[in-house]
């Protein structure tokens, strides 16, 4: 088969996909997508299967940071916030 024909055997919009994905079968699929049945032909059931086979996730996230904690949160104020921090927290004592 040539490349647009084989297209056209395969292609399934995005919002077709997400359907079948959540299992709802092909004729269901496009009744709700308001698909004219006159201008499609039947969905080859190795489609289908692709489809359901291939939407797999590909990558798996893994956290990879290398970065300890200790710099991320550190504990210490800077002297003037510091200062500053108890200047207000004695300011409404002091109320």
Do not use: W
Not at 61 to 74: D, R, V
């Amino acid at each position: 088969m040539g490349c647009e024909e084989e297209l056209h055997r395969t292609y399934v919009c995005k919002e077709a996909k997400n359907l079948l994905l959540k299992g709802y079968d092909v004729h269901k699929i496009r009744a709700m997508l308001n698909v004219k049945m006159d201008t499609v032909t039947e969905v080859p059931e190795d489609v289908i299967t692709d489809i359901m086979n291939n939407n797999k996730p590909r990558f798996k996230s893994i956290n990879n940071s290398n970065i300890p904690i200790s710099t991320i949160l550190n504990p210490t104020t800077d002297p003037e916030v510091k200062v500053f921090l108890q200047h207000i927290i004695n300011n409404e004592q002091s109320k």
